[in-house]
């Protein structure tokens, strides 16, 4: 898991919430990160309205487009068609991003106020909002909804007793076969060797293995 702040990139331990910084990202505030269905990163500023490209494995960003909103407290994701959605607190409202130009469209207004949120999308299309609604009440806890897009409609799911400024995240990678020295049998593989092995990575219903960024390849439960 990746986050953004004090102008550096970090990563997560899900296991010990250990964290570890990749490296600076001269950004002095990332309220917003998501990955791309091909594995790019991908974060937006409130000090510039702007979206940037982040380098993984080195925090190094690269400057894209303006962004015609302002940003106060938003959070976005993407959907697996490749749409970008972002939540805007400021203007109560649920946008499509196009990544090349910066437009903005909105595709939903909240009937209700709301600060501090986030979104997550999972692989049915459904959209997770965070919010909190009562932000005139010091720490008072976001509520989770959910969106449907096709009949424009917001569920109440219930308040988050406790939580604050949530940030959420659904499906920021997905889990496929691999072969180990293909076209050998049985696949061995020596742990405590230096050397290099070939590893074949396979294609399913919902995943074109020629599609993948090699570099956004992370192998086995250390992640390496």
């Known amino acids: 898991m990746y986050g953004g702040s004090g102008g550096r990139l970090w990563t997560f331990d899900l296991a010990t919430g250990a964290s570890s910084e990749v490296g600076p990202t001269d950004i002095s505030s990332f309220p917003s990160l998501a990955f791309s269905p091909d ?18 494995l080195t925090g190094a960003v690269t400057p894209g ?18 749409t970008l959605y972002l939540v805007e607190g400021g203007t109560d409202a649920l946008y499509t991003v196009d990544l ?30 965070s919010a909190r609604v009562n932000s005139n009440v010091a720490n008072a806890p976001d509520t989770l909804f959910s969106v449907d897009l096709e009949t424009e409609s917001v569920r109440r799911i219930g308040v988050m007793p406790g939580v604050t400024s ?20 049985p696949n ?20 074109n293995a020629r599609e993948v960024d090699p570099s956004s390849l992370r192998f086995g439960r250390t992640g390496e």
């Open 39 to 56: 594995g790019r990163l991908f974060g937006a500023s409130n000090g510039t309205d702007q979206l940037y490209e982040i380098d993984p």
């Open 100 to 129: 090349e130009t910066g437009a903005t469209e909105v595709v939903l207004e909240f009937d209700f106020n709301f600060s501090a949120t986030d979104i997550a999308i999972v692989p049915d299309g459904t959209i997770f909002v």
């Open 188 to 207: 061995t593989i020596n742990l405590a060797s230096a050397g290099t092995v070939e590893v074949a990575l396979l294609s399913t219903d919902r995943l």
């Open 166 to 185: 949530a940030a959420l995240g659904a499906h920021s990678f997905a889990s496929t076969k691999i072969d180990i020295r293909p076209g050998l049998f």
């Open 65 to 82: 487009a303006e962004l015609d909103i302002n940003l106060a407290t938003s959070g976005m994701d993407f959907a697996s068609d490749g």
